[in-house]
């Protein structure tokens, strides 16, 4: 969100149009964009819940933002920074939540055979 502003917690994100602004993580509707749930990133005192904290950051996000439709028959659809084995088998197997989505190569716990890449066309 680009803000031209002074404020104490303004990000730096080079690969947005607007290099600095104010940085929100945001869970939302697909079809509508109805946004369910949002967190304002202010840096390390960032109020996320810490019950998730063995997910990392953005595991973190994922599980706040999710808390309240957990086990309710939703399904979670989400880019390859917040996608990890980890955060998928917590999801699927303890809350019943489904998860799609890209996966980095370079996360930890992605399995050697799922690094190989093909590059025949």
Excluded at 64 to 73: C, D
Excluded at 78 to 91: G, R, V
Aim: proline share 4%.
């Amino acid at each position: 969100m680009l803000y031209k502003g002074r404020l104490g917690w303004i990000q730096y994100m080079p690969l947005k149009r607007s290099r600095f602004g104010i940085k929100t993580f945001m869970l939302c509707e697909s079809k509508t964009g109805y946004i369910f749930s949002s967190i304002v990133y202010t840096g390390k005192g960032t109020k996320i819940d810490t019950d998730f904290e063995h997910l990392g950051m953005s595991g973190q996000v994922v599980m706040s933002l999710m808390k309240p439709l957990l086990g309710k028959g939703y399904c979670l659809i989400n880019d390859n920074y917040y996608t990890s084995p980890q955060l998928a088998d917590i999801l699927v197997q303890q809350y019943s939540t489904d998860t799609y989505g890209t996966v980095r190569v370079i996360r930890k716990e992605l399995p050697p055979d799922f690094k190989k890449i093909n590059n025949k066309r």
